[in-house]
Each structure stands twice: as C-alpha cells, then as structure tokens.
C-alpha cells in the first residue's frame, strides 16, 4: 500500500448572504500532504490528536472520502480504478461498535453483508460461522440470531471484525478500534488483531490517539500534526527517541507513576482551517518558545519556510529542522 | 479525624427489571487534602458513589450504610441541611461537561448560580467571584458572558472545575473529568486540578477507568469490581504490584511506554466487566480469573490485609486458604500438556 | 518463557432468539427462505400483541364491511326515493341506527359509507406515502443539487393551500374518486418527504451506513437495507395521521363538486356534512352524527394501534427481554 502526497479538504458551508458578499467559505485542509507506505503483513500506528486528520486519512484510504490531490496505490494499482475490487481486499474497523452495527439486523445478517453485496459464492453459512469464529465469538452458531443491543461493547466489535474478515482481506483500517471499550476488554481485541496478523498475515493500520496502544501492537508509528506526518519510524524508535518536539510532548504527557512534572504545550490543538505559516507546530513549539531555535540559527526557518519529511536515520523520517542539525528535541 | 467517611453503603437501583445493585457494601476514608482514586470500569459502581455521597441518586433508589461527613451523615440529613451541605461541603465535577452545561446560559451565570443559591453573596458580587474562579482555572475573566458552545472541550471542564469551587468546598469528587478529551488537554486539566488541590487544601475523590492518570494524581487508589473495592492501597504500589488479578489486568492495559515487556503483548481479560444485575457467584471475579481455583466460585472474599496499608479481596491472599490452594492448583494442571515450568 | 493468558470459555450469552433451521445451499435461496423466516417471526410477536392484534381486527371489520356493503344493506337503501322510514327517528329493531332527514337508515349509509371513506383513505395515503418517501429518500441520501431541487419542489407543494387548489382543480378536471384521491395525495406528500429527509439524513451519518459503504455497498443496497427500513416506523407514524386527514379530506372535497356527486355517493364524511347541515348537532338526533363519526375515529384508531405495535416488533429495543 502506498500513500502519495495526500491531500483532502473540506470546504465549509457559506450562508447565502455571505456567498453574495464574495466570503470565501473555510476551507479545512484536514489531510495537507501525507505520504505513508506499509508493508504486507506490518502494523502501523497513525497516531496523533484529534483534529490531525488521522481518521480522515485513513477514510481517504478507505475509499470513503475523495482526496482532491494525490494518490492512493494498493499493489501499485491505484484504488479509484475499481474501488470495488479494492474493498474486497482492504476492510475496515470503526470506533464505535455499537453504531457500526444496524440494530435491526441480527448478527448473521451483518456479518454477511459483505458476502451479499459482492455476491461471494460458497455458503453464506459456513463463511459467516468461520468468520465468527475467527473473531474470537466461539461457538459461533450460538451469536446468528442475536441483535446487537443483546451483546456486550467487545462482542459487537467482534461482530464488526467479523464483518470485515468474512471477505478475507489482506489489510484492515481500524479506526480507534478500542477506545470505545472498557479497559480490560482492550486487550483481548488488540491481542485478536495480533493473532489475526499473525495467523492470516494481514497488514494493519491502526489510528489511535493512544501511544501506549501503538507501543503495544504496532511495528512502525506515524505521528500526526495538523494534517502531516511529522515523524515516522519503527515503535522502537519513535516512541523511545523522539525526534520530533511534537512527538516528544505528546510523550511527555503519557500519564504515568511520578510523572506530571515535564512541560506541557499550551493552548488548544489549532483549527486546520487556518495553519500556520512555516513549520505548522511552530507556534506551540517548545524549541521556538524556549529560544534555542533562535539560538541554533533555524527560527526564521521555522516560522517561514514549511518542509516535509527529512531522513533522520533508515526508516526513521522527521520533519523538523533540529534534525538537519543534528539534534534533539 | 478524616473529612469523609464512608462505611457499608449500598445502592440499589429499582428498574423495571427488578432491583439492581449498584454497589454493595463499599468503605473508605478519605483525611483532608488527600487524594483518593476511584478506577473501575463500566458497571462497577463508581459514578453511583459520587452520586450518593451528595445524595444525587434518583428518587426511589435504595441506599443504606453511613456517609460521614465531617461527622454528620449525609444520608440522614433532612432536605434543608442536606442542601446546604451539597456544594458548600463537597461538589461535583462531572463528566460529559459538554452535556452538563445549560447550552442557553452564559458560563458566568452558570458558575454564580451556587453562589447565589447559597446566600454567599449577590448577583453582582456573585459574577465578580465567578471572574476570579475562572482566572483560577487558567481562563480570562472576560469570557464570563460566552456561552458553553463558544469554548472548546479542555475550556468547557475547567468552566465545571470553576463551578465545584464555587462555594469553596473542602471535598471535591471529580466522575471522569477528563475522559473526553485530548492527551495534552487532559494533561493541562490534571495539572490544574493538582494545583488547586495543593493550593486550597481540597481533599479529591478521582473517579476515573484509566488507572493510569490516578496514578499520576493520586495518594490513594482503591480499585472497584462489581460494587465492591476489590483492591486498595497506596497508588504506585498498587499500580506497580498490583495484588488482585483483576488490577494486574487493568494495570497491564496502561502500558509504560518504553517497557519491552508490553511490547507486541496486550493481554486483556476474557468476557465483559459483569452486569450489576446479573452477578457471578462467589467471587464476581471467577469467571474471567485466569487465577481461578475452586473455591472462588463459592466464596465471595472479603478486604485481607496485605501488608499495612494495603487489602485486597482474593482468596489467593488468604494465608489460611494458601495449602488449599497449592494443592488445587496441581489439581488443575494435571490434565495439562503444558510442560511445567522451568523447561521448554 | 513469556507468560500465556490462558482463554477460558467465553461467558454466558443470553439466549438466542428463534431456532436453527436447514438452510438451502445457494444464496438466493437462503435469502428468500430467511426472509420468509422473518415475515413468519414478525407475525407471530404481532399475534402476541393485544394491542396489535385488536387494531388489526377493526381494521378487518371495516374493511369486510366495506367490502359485502351490498349484501348488509341493500342500495337502494341510499336513495332518497327507496327511503321508507320516518324522519328523523332514533333507533329502533328496524332501523338500528335511526334514520336521517329524508328517512334514510343510517345503519345503511354508514355501511355504504365505509366503501369511499375507507378507499379513499387508503388510495390517498398510498400516494402519499409513495411520492413523499421517494421525494425525502433521494433528497437526503444524494444532497447536493439533486437535493435542493427536489426541496424546492416539495417546498412549493407544501405551501400551495388546500382548499383554493381543490377549488381551481374542480373547474379543470372531470369530479370523480380519482379527482379526489388524486387531490388529497397532491397536497399531503410534502410534510411526508421533509419528515423523511429529515431522518434519512440523521441516519447517514451513522456508523453503520458508513460500514456499509466501506463494504462495498452500492447506493441502492444502502438505501433499500439501512436507510428504508429504519426510515420506516416513521414513515408509518406519519401515515397514520395522514389516513385521518385523508378521510376528512374527502369530505371537503365531496362538497366542492370534486368527488362523485354526494347525493348518491355517500361516505361517512357526506353524512357527517349532511347532518351538521340539516341541524344534527343542535337538535337532539345523535344517531345521525355518532354513527359515521365514531367510525372514521374507530378506523383511525385502529391504524394507530396497529402502528403502535408493529413499531414495538420492528425497533428490537422496544421488545420486553
């Protein structure tokens, strides 16, 4: 799968007064330029908050948005040319399983939808029970006739997963797959995605907003800001020597035992209808605040001149002029 | 002398399904300006708590046991004393503050509201206050005449924050006050509520699923299963050896960043957190207990002592029970093509 | 060695509804059998229903009584010139239900009467229903121009007034039942279609839809298998009030030369106007008035009642566990 300059906006709606006076309406460019490639059977982590446009590119993935620049290849096809054919191979697991699934269809039914829509051959049955199965909802047969109101927060996943599964793809997309569980149920559904990776070899890219979630299932990280990747790399790399002042804060407010005592960014994550000028982190950048961007000779830079992804060390990309330097966050 | 000071209390729910127990002989004792951190999970009756200490429950709700606070039992109180308590003594920061603020009042109106309720002042001093509240949780006090939607989620919870201390409570339960945020706005807002706990001396109740953040901000953490604390005890050594099986699997999913032995290796529990309704017998745990043994279907274990300080409720813990046990457990694995420990 | 989890059973699950059946192999076949398996499910709770199951019962009454008029009453019984019985008089063994001014039983006109009223009622909704769902469905599911355009439309029938239309269409067109159904039909779609745009496009935005699409799904499975059917107990709450108006209707446009000539063509309407004409409602002739009135309320009764339970069986959180 491979990811080219990546661009997806939306554009607000205009009253009709403000149309006819010449106002422009916001235009929120969600996903500004992100270029991402993964490999068959690896997990990668999108990472970021909520507003970075993660779940907007992983829709833009999907299918399920239309980007108005850039391109989209799977198997160095591009998608758009039979997104059909596409769906057969690249699925995708939502936030919320409750609303992922139509309450007034039984559990089979939603499981074999997909296999109704592309019209599989082979019978209904057996692929429904086998992808149940999978999911981790024994014995399946037990699950056909229930509707999703009788079933708990991590079966309905399961369902959903389920549902995805049942055309045997080679990728899943799951969007914040979890957060929407109780605690102790995560696990058992990031360790099914683990297993299906494993038994089936399916490539995964996860969005999260959770970085302990992508220190434990995921072999490469993304990190997200205002619409770009600001730094990707393996987990290791990424997640234990950050590069990048963004990824280092976001780190930096893991809560964890005796933490609470490093800083903090101000303010509020910015509004993609209006992106800063330069480095879009620079305005919260602890480097600008703090002055060493000034003293390292890079602040005019920062606040004039945008950049992308640079080579930090094989795999490991950052967008950052300290890298240029050689330094650190 | 502690400020609040709970002993047996139970809730129970009357719905249309018949009586539902929410909470089922819970004690704890919080001293002034401490921290204690609630965790549990959907279900396990810590939101129920917060509601009964201020007796917010709705009508028909049976609740019984004690709720000492500073020596006068909240639920005795007749309806004049109990309202002067609520907010005055001890308020709520709930969660969701984008659904527990009225969308058609301005926020300074909203925050005076306690104030002029209470007699402490009026209407304008009352605004004048409600400015100073707002500068005290990190906002201008000129933004006392928007309203709700014009604040962005981490702004709309410090506006709650403002709100509870309002009347300068010496108890604050805070349900979830940061669950729908971001991380770094979560970070700004428990950073704010150490502050103002440091500040003003407030004794916090921290009602949360993510075990990880009331270890960050708690002294104390007693962790909650079903209606009952099934663990308690200092946060860190909670957090860090956790002595239930049930806190070792919630802990395991707040993984330290960095540890390689989270790495590739979630681990969860089977089955879902219980319905209040339908309760397991014995041990509400056992049926998801990797630990499980014979007894824990039968036996509902009560707090044992770990080691001062400290009390959980397992079998496992019981010294009494400890050859009982062993001895089952090699029961168990007999049957089991596992090699045993130490080889393979 | 790295500890395993071992994964006891799954927990108890509730009980699954209905019961495994043998199922074909092809899928067609197994859809058709499964939606058999559904229809025969849905009616077997309706059965349980009493509420369901006494509005469909009236519903029935009426509509065989509408149906064997001829036979419980006989024609003639309608016209002025055949009518033997004295005026005016309250309800005795031969004329059950009293008679009106011109000695007509009006036991046999409320017979007669159910033929148009309910006809009419049913035509006219089914047009209704028909034109608006269409309308509100393409509306909120396309958006964009597709969407304004077709508002617009809606919004320019939903203004036009009842009655100076009736009027105008009584010079144009030929006074006849169609004329009537056609009418009402004309006029009550547009409050149909804004109340389904409105809820189909609540129900774009969910979650499952979205699946739905990431799925594959083509328009036309998205609207026909998510959209519509969670469209429809709306849809039928709203018919349900649009079968009254439809009746009543009927009456106004009887009286404008629209419908069939109401002096031998009898609904329960035209009885309901000939009585209040001929001074029912200050005088003491109840049997004139209560008769066709309490119809149209028993009809319109039944409609809600049969609503009312089949919302229960088709909205699976309504059900008692």
């Known amino acids: 799968m491979e990811v080219r300059d990546l661009h997806v906006s939306f554009t607000g709606r205009l009253g009709l007064g403000a149309g006819l006076v010449g106002k422009k309406a916001a235009v929120a460019r969600a996903v500004d330029g992100v270029s991402l490639s993964l490999q068959k059977g690896e997990v990668l982590a999108l990472a970021g908050e909520s507003g970075c446009g993660k779940t907007t590119a992983a829709r833009a993935i999907m299918g399920l948005e239309r980007p108005h620049r850039g391109e989209i290849l799977y198997e160095d096809e591009p998608i758009w040319k039979d997104l059909r054919a596409y769906r057969r191979k690249v699925q995708m697991v939502f936030q919320d399983p409750t609303g992922a699934l139509n309450p007034r269809e039984t559990v089979y039914e939603s499981v074999a939808e997909g296999l109704r829509i592309h019209r599989v051959p082979g019978d209904e049955r057996t692929q429904v029970a086998k992808a149940l199965s999978s999911a981790g909802m024994r014995p399946p047969e037990r699950f056909f006739l229930n509707y999703p109101h009788e079933l708990s927060g991590g079966q309905r996943q399961r369902v959903v997963i389920a549902g995805a599964l049942v055309l045997e793809p080679h990728m899943i997309v799951a969007d914040e797959p979890v957060s929407n569980l109780d605690a102790s149920v995560r696990g058992e559904i990031l360790a099914l995605l683990m297993d299906l990776r494993r038994r089936l070899g399916l490539t995964i890219l996860i969005v999260t907003h959770d970085l302990g979630l992508a220190w434990m299932v995921a072999d490469r990280v993304a990190v997200m800001y205002l619409g770009r990747v600001v730094e990707i790399g393996p987990a290791e790399d990424v997640l234990v020597h950050p590069k990048h002042p963004y990824t280092k804060a976001l780190l930096d407010v893991v809560p964890e035992v005796g933490g609470g005592g490093r800083p903090i960014l101000k303010g509020e994550p910015p509004d993609p209808t209006r992106i800063p000028a330069g480095c879009r982190f620079h305005p919260r950048c602890p480097v600008v605040a703090s002055g060493r961007a000034e003293r390292l000779g890079i602040l005019g830079r920062c606040t004039g001149e945008d950049l992308g992804l640079e080579q930090k060390a094989p795999g490991h990309q950052v967008a950052c002029y300290l890298t240029e330097l050689g330094e650190e966050p | ?344 | ?321």
């Open chain 2, 1 to 344: 002398m502690s400020l609040l000071s709970v002993d047996e209390l139970q809730v129970t729910y009357q719905t249309q399904g018949g009586p539902v127990p929410a909470v089922r002989g819970v004690a704890f004792e919080l001293a002034r300006g401490e921290v204690l951190g609630l965790a549990g999970e959907s279900g396990c009756g810590k939101s129920t708590i917060a509601g009964a200490i201020l007796r917010l429950l709705p009508k028909g709700t049976d609740v019984s046991g004690r709720v000492l606070l500073d020596d006068q039992n909240v639920l005795e109180l007749k309806p004049g004393k109990l309202r002067a308590v609520r907010w005055t003594e001890a308020s709520i920061v709930f969660q969701g503050a984008m659904h527990a603020l009225n969308p058609v009042q301005r926020i300074g109106d909203q925050i005076a509201e306690p104030i002029i309720l209470h007699g402490q002042a009026g209407e304008r001093e009352a605004l004048v206050r409600a400015g100073s509240l707002l500068e005290q949780v990190g906002l201008p006090a000129r933004r006392l005449r928007d309203y709700p939607h014009e604040l962005s989620g981490g702004q709309r919870q410090r506006v709650m924050i403002a709100m509870a201390l309002a009347c300068s409570p010496r108890l604050i339960i805070a349900d979830e006050p940061t669950t729908a945020l971001d991380v770094m706005v979560q970070a700004q807002v428990l950073r704010l509520l150490k502050e103002l706990q440091r500040e003003l001396g407030l004794a916090m109740i921290f009602i949360t699923h993510d075990l990880s953040v009331l270890v960050e901000t708690c002294d104390r953490l007693a962790v909650m299963y079903a209606g009952r604390i099934i663990e308690e005890g200092a946060a860190d050594t909670v957090f860090r050896q956790p002595a239930h099986p049930y806190t070792r699997a919630l802990s395991a999913a707040f993984p330290e960043i960095g540890d390689a032995r989270f790495r590739m290796h979630p681990a969860g529990l089977p089955g879902d957190p219980p319905y209040p309704a339908d309760l397991p017998s014995g041990c509400t745990f056992h049926p998801r207990c990797p630990d499980a043994f014979g007894p824990c279907s039968t036996v509902d274990p009560p707090l044992f002592d770990v080691s001062p300080g400290r009390r959980a409720a397992c079998l496992l813990l019981d010294a009494g029970r400890a050859s009982l046990r062993a001895a089952a457990r090699t029961d168990d694995h007999a049957d089991d093509d596992l090699p045993a420990e130490g080889q393979g």
């Open chain 3, 1 to 321: 060695m790295k500890p395993t989890i071992e994964r006891p059973a799954p927990a108890p699950e509730p009980e699954p509804l209905g019961d495994q059946v043998k199922l074909p192999k092809s899928v067609k076949a197994i859809a058709r059998t499964r939606r058999k398996e559904a229809a025969l499910r849905t009616w077997r709770q309706y059965r349980k229903s009493k509420m369901g199951m006494a509005g469909l019962g009236i519903l029935i009454f009426f509509v065989l009584v509408a149906i064997f008029a001829p036979v419980l009453a006989s024609r003639c019984e309608l016209s002025p010139t055949c009518a033997s019985g004295p005026i005016l008089s309250p309800p005795s063994w031969q004329y059950p239900l009293g008679t009106d001014d011109l000695g007509r039983s009006v036991l046999a006109l409320v017979i007669w009467g159910s033929r148009i009223s309910i006809a009419v009622g049913l035509a006219a909704t089914l047009i209704t229903v028909v034109i608006g769902t269409s309308f509100g469905l393409a509306a909120g599911y396309y958006g964009g121009w597709r969407e304004s355009a077709l508002m617009r439309v809606t919004d320019w029938f939903l203004v036009i007034p009842f009655l100076p239309l009736a009027i105008v269409l009584s010079v144009i067109l030929t006074p006849s039942l169609t004329t009537v159904i056609l009418v009402i039909g004309i006029t009550s779609w547009a409050s149909t279609a804004r109340v389904v745009r409105a809820q189909v496009l609540s129900l774009k935005t969910r979650t499952y839809v979205e699946r739905s699409r990431a799925l594959g799904a083509s328009h036309w499975h998205l609207m026909s298998r998510h959209i519509l059917p969670n469209v429809g107990p709306l849809i039928f709450a709203n018919t349900v009030l649009i079968v009254a108006v439809a009746i009543l209707s009927e009456t106004t446009l009887s009286f404008l030369n629209l419908g069939p000539d109401p002096a031998t063509n009898i609904s329960w309407g035209t009885i309901l106007e000939f009585a209040f004409g001929g001074g029912a409602a200050f005088s003491n002739d109840w049997w004139w008035i209560v008769p066709p009135g309490l119809a149209v309320v028993l009809v319109v009764l039944a409609f809600t009642m049969i609503g009312y339970a089949l919302d229960e069986i088709l909205n699976p959180k309504l059900r008692a566990r």
